[in-house]
């Protein structure tokens, strides 16, 4: 019988350690971005609709270097290795962080906006492979809750560096943090599961992302795995990022600071993951506690939407309550990883949250589109309600995996 002492030395393993502070450094980098870019292209000369215009193509570039970078670390994880995507990404990312600290042009931020980007992009879905290969089925669920959870409180830590220190320090430190990441790698031993497979048939395919095409149910699952992470983004870039717009709309009373809700949201989001990864264990179902939390999120954007006239403190609660709601993000993830064989598992659980980052390019454009005819309340009701509701159906599409045993393939 196993001692607490045991379990949680097995759970708190080096790869589990370093996959929670690289997706913190991730995390920071990606909310230090949104926080820094008017202070920063002040500093580079720009102003006025310079500030938007610029900082939209920025961002812009980030992203695609996200979706590129994930395909791409997706294949090399599947091939080369666990540990060799995550050394490759944190490099990568931590040698832009700090690039974007020395640039002084535009062209040059764009260049290592994509780099860092690209970079970022291998982070997550190759800590959340090798915890689920290396932990016991009984226990990968508080793994991935460790890292997603740890993860996310480097968004909050994002924002208060922001705050304290100059643009380019804050890129320094996000940089020098991903280099001391560099050195605990060196403790984090290869997938057991993934020696086996380099070990056991040399004709078997690794990491080939259009096998995931090529089988009507192999895309499906796909599908459905990137569909049930929609709310997420769809409350975080719409409803959080443009909360002074909601709450002028609402007229809610008091000043309403974008800043202070994405502080809000991810204090939420910590929480949250923490919660929904430690019940998917006691409940041994992801699937239930993805559908509970899917459900409190709907009756959060209702309570949102229909804020109208609250106080600028209860306005900033329900925006925590919705970070929480969308807390389940930490067992999606994990369940992508656990829909598929060992052979391609780290090309799914890599591309799947960098496409769901992807997808606020279309929810935006919707609710752009909607926004004249119906408002901005009506077009986030819309918006919302859709994405809501394809979430629910993509997990009716999906198997359970708590406990699953994951030492397989998938056939060519």
């Not at 599947?78 to 690039?99: E, K």
């Not at 929480?324 to 598929?340: D, H, N, P, S």
Request: aromatic share 12%; with cysteine.
């Amino acid at each position: 019988m196993k001692t607490n002492e045991s379990v949680l030395r097995q759970i708190f393993a080096p790869a589990v350690i370093v996959g929670a502070l690289g997706y913190f450094v991730d995390i920071y980098d990606l909310i230090l971005f949104a926080i820094v870019r008017t202070s920063s292209l002040k500093d580079l000369g720009f102003s006025g609709d310079e500030l938007v215009s610029h900082g939209i193509f920025l961002l812009n570039l980030q992203m695609i270097g996200m979706l590129v970078g994930g395909i791409v670390f997706g294949i090399l994880g599947d091939r080369l290795g666990r540990v060799a995507l995550l050394f490759s990404s944190i490099l990568l990312y931590s040698i832009a962080n700090i690039a974007n600290g020395f640039v002084h042009s535009l062209e040059a931020y764009a260049a290592w906006r994509f780099i860092a980007g690209f970079g970022l992009a291998g982070e997550l879905g190759g800590g959340i492979t090798l915890v689920t290969e290396v932990l016991p089925k009984e226990l990968r669920g508080y793994g991935t809750m460790i890292v997603a959870t740890v993860g996310v409180f480097g968004a909050v830590i994002g924002g208060l560096v922001a705050d304290l220190v100059h643009w380019r320090n804050a890129y320094f430190i996000g940089g020098g943090l991903g280099l001391l990441l560099l050195i605990l790698r060196m403790s984090v031993a290869e997938s057991g599961m993934f020696k086996n497979l380099k070990k056991s048939d040399a004709s078997v395919s690794r990491g080939n992302f259009l096998a995931l095409f090529t089988n009507a149910k192999r895309f499906r699952k796909y599908l459905c795995c990137i569909l049930i992470g929609l709310p997420t983004w769809f409350v975080i870039g719409i409803l959080v990022t443009f909360s002074p717009e909601f709450a002028k709309a609402l007229n809610v009373k008091g000043a309403v600071n974008a800043a202070h809700a994405v502080a809000f949201a991810y204090l939420g989001i910590t929480f949250g993951g923490f919660a929904s990864g430690y019940l998917s264990q006691q409940m041994r179902s992801r699937k239930k506690v993805v559908l509970g939390f899917l459900l409190f999120s709907a009756l959060c954007l209702a309570a949102y939407l229909l804020a109208r006239g609250c106080s600028d403190g209860t306005f900033y609660l329900i925006i925590l309550l919705l970070g929480f709601g969308m807390g389940y993000w930490t067992v999606f993830v994990t369940i992508a990883a656990e829909q598929f064989g060992t052979n391609i598992r780290a090309t799914v659980a890599t591309t799947v949250p960098n496409f769901i980052r992807g997808s606020l390019v279309p929810i935006a454009l919707a609710f752009n589109y909607l926004k004249p005819q119906t408002g901005i309340l009506g077009s986030a009701a819309i918006v919302g309600a859709i994405c809501f509701v394809i979430a629910l159906w993509a997990l009716r599409g999906l198997d359970e995996t708590s406990g699953k045993d994951l030492d397989y393939i998938e056939p060519a």
